[in-house]
C-alpha cells in the first residue's frame, strides 16, 4: 500500500510499517488462520469426528460416515460462497474507504469491518497529549460520557 498510494516519504508510516510484527499478529505468522487458533481447528476436528464414530463402528461404517460428514461441510461452505456473491450494501454511500474495503474484503470480513468503523464514527477525540513518540488520545464514547484513552 505504501508504494501504490506513493507514501514511502512518510517516515511515521514508514516506522508503522517496520514494526508492523509488534501491533499486528498477522505478521508474526507465516501462515493465513483468518484469527482461528490452532486449539479451535483441531477442536473443530475432534468434534466432527467425536459426533460421528462409535467405539463399535466398522471402518467401512467410519468411511460412509466421514464421506457424509465431507458432503455436509461442503455443502455448508457452498451455501456461505453464495451468500457472499455480489456487493455488500454500504451504509455511508460516498465513503471512499468503505468502498475500497468492498472490493478488498470477503463479505464477512466487510460486515466486521464497517460494523467497526461506524462504531468509530461515535467517538470524538476531546483530548490529545504527546510525549516523545507515544500519543494518547482521550476519547469520548458516544453521548454518554464514559471516556477511553487511546
Not at 510499517?17 to 487458533?37: M, N, Y
Amino acid at each position: 500500500m505504501i508504494d501504490d498510494w506513493d507514501c514511502a516519504s512518510n517516515t511515521w508510516l514508514q516506522k508503522l510499517h517496520d514494526l508492523r510484527k509488534e501491533w499486528c499478529p498477522v505478521f508474526r505468522s507465516s501462515t493465513l488462520s483468518a484469527d482461528i487458533k490452532s486449539t479451535q481447528r483441531s477442536e473443530s476436528t475432534n468434534r466432527a469426528f467425536t459426533e460421528m464414530s462409535r467405539k463399535t463402528m466398522s471402518i467401512a461404517e467410519f468411511v460412509k460416515h466421514y464421506e457424509q460428514r465431507t458432503i455436509e461441510m461442503r455443502d455448508i461452505e457452498a451455501i456461505e460462497g453464495y451468500k457472499s456473491r455480489g456487493d455488500p450494501k454500504i451504509f455511508i454511500e460516498d465513503c471512499g474507504i468503505l468502498k475500497h474495503a468492498t472490493r478488498v474484503y470477503t463479505r464477512k470480513i466487510y460486515t466486521k469491518f464497517q460494523h467497526e468503523f461506524l462504531q468509530g464514527t461515535t467517538k470524538r477525540v476531546i483530548n490529545v497529549e504527546t510525549e516523545g513518540s507515544l500519543t494518547k488520545y482521550t476519547i469520548l464514547k458516544g453521548e454518554s460520557e464514559k471516556t477511553e484513552i487511546v
